[in-house]
C-alpha cells in the first residue's frame, strides 16, 4: 500500500514517466494523498490510471485539488475508485480551467466484489 512518506520516492520515479498504470494496486485515499504530492511537482506525466483503486471520496477530492495545479495531465482513468456525487462534482468544477485532460474515464462498477 501506498503511503504519504513515499511521496518523495514517487516523485523522484514519475518525474520521467509519461504514463503511470496503478491498476488494482490498493491504493487509498493515503495512497492517493503521497501521488496527489508527485503530480503537483509533475510536468510529463500525460496518462495516469487508478482504476479499480478504492481512493473514494477523499481520494477524489485530493485529485480533483492536484488538477487545479498540474496541467501535463491528458488522461485519468479512475473507473471503480468508490467516488461519491461530491467527489465527482469537485472533479468536473476543476476541468472548467484545467484544459488539459483530454480523456476522462470514471466508470463505477454497480456490483461490489
Known sequence: MLVPSQSENLC???KFLEKLNLTMCDIEAKGTEALCT???MNEN???LILKGNKIG???GILLSATLQV???LAELDMSDTDQTNESL???TT???D???IKKLKCKQSSSKQ
Do not use: E, F
Open 70 to 72: 498540474n496541467n501535463s
Open 12 to 14: 523522484k520515479i514519475t
Open 98 to 100: 484545467n484544459t488539459s
Open 94 to 96: 476543476v476541468l472548467l
Open 38 to 40: 508527485g503530480l503537483q
Open 57 to 59: 471520496r477523499q481520494g
Open 89 to 91: 462534482i469537485a472533479l
Open 45 to 47: 506525466l500525460k496518462s
